[in-house]
């Protein structure tokens, strides 16, 4: 009996047994395995993370310089506008005045024609005769001279 318990057993142990602790041992190498690279995957996802991180804070940066540029860019702008408008409005001034020059020279102009026309009319009825153009020329020069030196102009 011990025999066939011996023959049982090494039966057993080579039918069953050897292969069940095979069956177990690459078993547990895979759960070995299967675990380093759990293992190994966390590692790289806490580097892809951290990367992550520090490429948002990178594109934030960025973004806050953009705007900050933009903000800078905006404002030199505006005050381009605000120096152009300002030229502009000299210059529409200017132009003005220039103008209003003219038409006073002309007037005055204008007005010398008249006055010398209507003090030889004048001229022509108080003395009841024909008066020279040198004459005329004279007499004008000399009343325009008095009304431009009188104290009365503004």
Not at 78 to 102: D, F, G, P, V
């Amino acid at each position: 009996m011990s025999c066939l318990f011996l023959a049982g057993t090494f039966l057993l142990w080579k039918i069953f047994w050897k292969p069940l602790v095979n069956i177990m041992e690459t078993r547990e190498n895979k759960i070995r395995s299967d675990i380093t690279a759990a293992e190994e995957a966390r590692v790289k996802m806490e580097q892809i993370r951290d990367e992550y991180s520090s490429k948002m804070k990178e594109i934030e940066r960025k973004a806050t310089e953009i705007i900050a540029e933009a903000t800078r860019l905006a404002k030199e702008r505006a005050e381009k506008l605000e120096s152009n408008a300002q030229e502009e409005i000299l210059r529409h001034k200017e132009m003005a005045l220039a103008e209003l020059e003219r038409e006073r020279v002309a007037a005055i102009a204008s007005l010398r024609s008249e006055v010398g026309d209507l003090a030889l009319t004048v001229a022509r009825t108080v003395l009841k005769r024909e008066v020279k153009a040198e004459d005329h020329k004279r007499f004008v020069d000399d009343f325009l001279a008095n009304v431009e030196r009188s104290p009365d102009r503004n």
